[in-house]
């Protein structure tokens, strides 16, 4: 015969112990989840970590530019020049990559204006800068302290001529972006706090620096001197050298001839990794200014001619609108503005190997099948 278990006496103490059981397993669950959460919190401030989920490897800095970036300590200010309706911008790989800047280190500090419609604003950024230079494109500013430097978007994108899918001819394409590459150069350039020099060679009939007239020099000056380059006039024949410091020597024009002992300046200084940039004046014409047989040893070849282009031509400009891709054109490439050359001269590679340097050879701007 089964005994029945005996009803407990106390029923509601029960009830009451099992409810308190309850209530004391919910508070130490969340106590527990509350110290999980203090812990990894704490270990986040000790040891940070970032997951990113873009797939944009452009977007991605080096560890070398990471651990550079983290060395900075001066504030830096990144204005972003922008318009909305500006179209085919990398606006969003510009955004996406300076934020990963500012990740790598807060100092930096991120900013977008609208310069046609926050024109008072971008007029106050140009006056505190000293940029001279009219805002007509998209920009970037990167600034700290007084000292400033500009780069172009259109820079920011390396271009190729591809051919078609569809009809198989040859096509202008975007085949790469080169932010990194140029932020960092730009922000270290910015905190050397020495500017490059350029050097305008003078005394051989050059265009005039520092004057307004239509074929003076002073806008370009004052162009590069926004840039925070040092624009400087170089007398070879009384420096006897072109000094250390030079980033690049330019050879504005001119119409008078050049001395065996200049040239042989400009030979010792390109012989040590220097940058020359050669401009021929329409005045010099059919005169020989000795820079001609000084390139022909550099495998390039001047000629003695003006260059026209009949469906290109304009009075006495040449309208050039076919450029190679490289990073001196690359900004005025998918652009509807031509490349405008007064009376220009053709300079063509010789494709003649030079013994002692290993160089390459490209032709930067072409005329159309009319050309002649």
Known sequence: MSTLPKPN???SRRRLRDGSVFWL?????IGAVLLIGVCLNFLALRHPWRWVWHEDPALALSTMSQQWLRSIKDPIRVVVFHHPEEKDTPLSRIMGLLKEYREANRNIQVEVVDYLRERSKAQQIQTQYQIQEPLEEECLLFATGDRSRMVSVKELTDYGITQGEEDGTMVMKALGFKGEMLFTSTLMNLIDQRPSVVYFTQGHGEHDLNSEALDGYLSLRQSLEGRNLQVRSLLLHQEGTIPDDAAAVVIAGGNQPWSGEDLGLLQAYLARGGRVLVAFHFKSFGMLTGLEDWLRSWSLQVGQNVI???????????LVGQLAPHPIMNPLLGTATPLVMPLPRSVTPMNRPLE?????????????????
């Open 9 to 11: 006496p106390h029923p």
């Open 25 to 29: 397993d919910l508070w130490m669950a």
């Open 308 to 318: 026209d282009d009949i469906t290109k031509f304009s009075g006495s400009e040449l």
């Open 356 to 372: 002692d340097y290993d160089l390459e050879m490209q032709s930067l701007a072409f005329t159309t099948t009319n050309g002649v």
